[in-house]
């Protein structure tokens, strides 16, 4: 049988029939492999107590993803850092725990994994301190007050007074460390041997869950072998679960199961919008699926439906100097200003911009017209076209303004 397979602060785990498709990453992170330091609230995107760092694939840079949104069936080959693999008591603290600490970011704390995990994806590139602000909009406090939080981390950005910088090695803890840092973790309790070296000690060393998927054989599917074939495994409750690599295997999916009760999962941030009471018989992960997320010029721009927002709008950036793009400019200050939010009033999060998809979002709006969609919007503001084949929204189609106004005379 198939298996999902991830690595969580640098150690490898799977997951397979023996869970719900309900079953989030929070509560794998959590529950099984007992690493409480990920916080949750609300469980529909609204807080960021649950944000992790996730590299999606070999080469990509550290997202904030909020864990409550995800489904651990999804997470097939993430590399994924909680708060404890940032930095813990037993191996020292990162910076960023021990500025957000020393310049009284902190109070009750429960907000604070949330916010360092943040503030770490956000460090992976240079920002202003107007951009920090934003990024930390996803981020909710009740005690401390947002001030300390925010000049603790303004102070990384470039045109802070004096600005602080983070070494190349604190940028980069994904995956490196090798330590499990569960609290019963053979790192804390035998740090002669350490599971960087010995990591299938540090597995057996887990808790009882963990254990239980650890033992499992992700080690015979190579990560080659898991990327090019399509997966399917029958989850607890005997949902079929896919994780298709081209469209096409989608369409042969359809063919097998019929279309009555089936689901296509992207980012899966629907239930922060509308909570989701009962699922379909059949799922269809189709984050690994490249054709959905290219883009291209021709006299339009048109972009692959899993493209998220915050790709939409670096492609608008990207053309909007181009003959017919000009009006860019407009939807990208109308997007800035969606996300700008004011942080006692979450509203688009940056995290959200990066993992909920454009198709997902149009999807959204057609099931539930009253859902006030920002795509919907610039689609219908620029005459945008949707391509949809047998059920999937496949492209989406910004339209060139020089293109319908010189066909026009
Ligand atoms: C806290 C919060 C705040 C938000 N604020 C805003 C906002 O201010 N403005 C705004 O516009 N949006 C907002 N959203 C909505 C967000 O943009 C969408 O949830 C997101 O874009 C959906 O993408 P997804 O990949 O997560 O979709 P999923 O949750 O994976 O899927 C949503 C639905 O679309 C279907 N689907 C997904 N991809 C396809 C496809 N290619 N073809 C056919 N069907 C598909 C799925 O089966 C599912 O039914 C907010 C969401 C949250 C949680
Ligand atoms: S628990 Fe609030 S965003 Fe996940
Ligand atoms: S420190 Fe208490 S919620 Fe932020």
């Known amino acids: 049988m198939d298996k999902i397979t991830f690595t969580v602060n640098g150690v490898q785990h799977c997951v397979g029939s023996e869970v719900y498709p309900t079953k989030t990453l929070l509560e794998y992170i959590r529950h099984d492999l007992a690493l409480t330091g990920t916080k949750y609230m609300c469980l529909e995107g609204g807080c960021g107590a649950c944000i992790v760092s996730v590299v999606k694939s070999p080469g990509r840079t550290p997202e904030s993803i909020n864990s409550c949104l995800v489904s651990i069936s999804s997470c097939m080959n993430w590399d994924i850092t ?83 910088t983070l070494a190349i090695e604190e940028l980069s803890i994904s995956g490196n460390s090798g330590c499990c840092s569960t609290k019963s973790g053979c790192c804390s309790s035998k740090k002669t041997e350490c599971c960087s070296s010995k990591k299938s000690d540090c597995s057996s060393k887990e808790t009882q869950d963990s254990k239980k998927s650890s033992i499992n054989d992700w080690c015979m599917v190579s990560k080659n072998e898991a990327q090019g074939k399509l997966l399917h495994i029958k989850l607890k409750d005997n949902t079929d679960w896919y994780r298709p690599t081209y469209l096409k295997e989608v369409f042969e999916i359809f063919a097998e199961q019929g279309t009555e009760s089936y689901m296509l999962v992207a980012g899966n941030t629907e239930k922060g919008v509308s909570p989701r009471l009962t699922y379909p018989k059949c799922m269809i992960d189709i984050t690994g699926i490249e054709e959905l997320r290219n883009w291209y010029v021709d006299q339009n721009l048109v972009i692959g439906a899993t493209c998220s927002m915050a790709e939409m709008i670096k492609r608008w950036e990207e053309v909007k100097g181009n003959e017919g793009f000009s009006y860019l400019e407009e939807f990208i200050m109308h997007m800035d200003e969606v996300a700008h939010v004011s942080v006692r009033n979450v509203s688009f999060s940056y995290v959200l911009f990066d993992c909920g998809t454009i198709g997902g979002n149009l999807m959204i709006k057609s099931r539930f017209p009253q859902f006030q969609s920002d795509v919907y919007l610039v689609c219908e503001t620029c005459g945008g076209q949707v391509t949809v084949c047998k059920f999937i929204i496949i492209i989406i189609i910004i339209i060139s303004l020089f293109r319908v106004l010189t066909s026009q005379l």
């Open 82 to 164: 909680t708060i404890e693999g940032l930095g813990n008591r037993e191996k020292g603290y990162h910076p960023l725990q021990m500025q957000l600490a020393e310049n009284n970011g902190s109070q009750c704390g429960y907000c604070s994994p949330g916010m360092v995990m943040n503030m770490y994806n956000v460090a992976q590139s240079e920002n202003t301190m107007k951009q920090i602000e934003r990024a930390l909009g996803s981020n909710i406090c009740r005690c401390t007050g947002y001030r300390p939080i925010l000049q603790t981390f303004k102070k990384y950005a470039v045109d802070a007074p004096n600005p602080k």
